[in-house]
Nanobody, 116 residues
Framework: QVQLIESGGGLVHPGGSLNLSCVAS????????MGWFRQAPGKQRELVAR????????NYSDSVRGRFTMTRDVAKNTVYLQMNNLEIEDTAIYYCNANFVSADHWGQGTQVTVSS
């Protein structure tokens, strides 16, 4: 019974910061590929960042590299997405994902709105 719950979204001005959290229950987050995805209105869902299972190596999409940082806290069974220097184009619903081979689990999403 894997569940992922995102939190930390909100409304910020351009240049602001948010820290998203994804708390997992029912499994150990360390054994999964963990990812953050986002979907803006009228757009396809896209990968933002990912940490490969059993590693601390994070990969980022070109659009967020250098501004976002994904980390994992094994003790808290939680992954984070620190979002700095936010841009209007970052506005989207952000989803947490856990993937292992053919298994996929998704959180309910948290809204991030960047507006002046």
């Amino acid at each position: 019974q894997v569940q992922l719950i995102e939190s930390g979204g909100g409304l910020v001005h351009p240049g602001g910061s948010l820290n998203l959290s994804c708390v997992a229950s029912g499994t150990l987050i360390y054994i999964w590929d963990m990812g953050w995805f986002r979907q803006a209105p009228g757009k396809q869902r896209e990968l933002v960042a990912r940490i490969v299972r059993k590693t601390d190596d994070a990969n980022y999409s070109d659009s967020v590299r250098g501004r976002f940082t994904m980390t994992r806290d094994v003790a808290k069974n939680t992954v984070y997405l620190q979002m700095n220097n936010l841009e209007i184009e970052d506005t989207a619903i952000y989803y947490c994902n856990a993937n292992f081979v053919s298994a996929d689990h998704w959180g309910q999403g948290t809204q991030v709105t960047v507006s002046s």
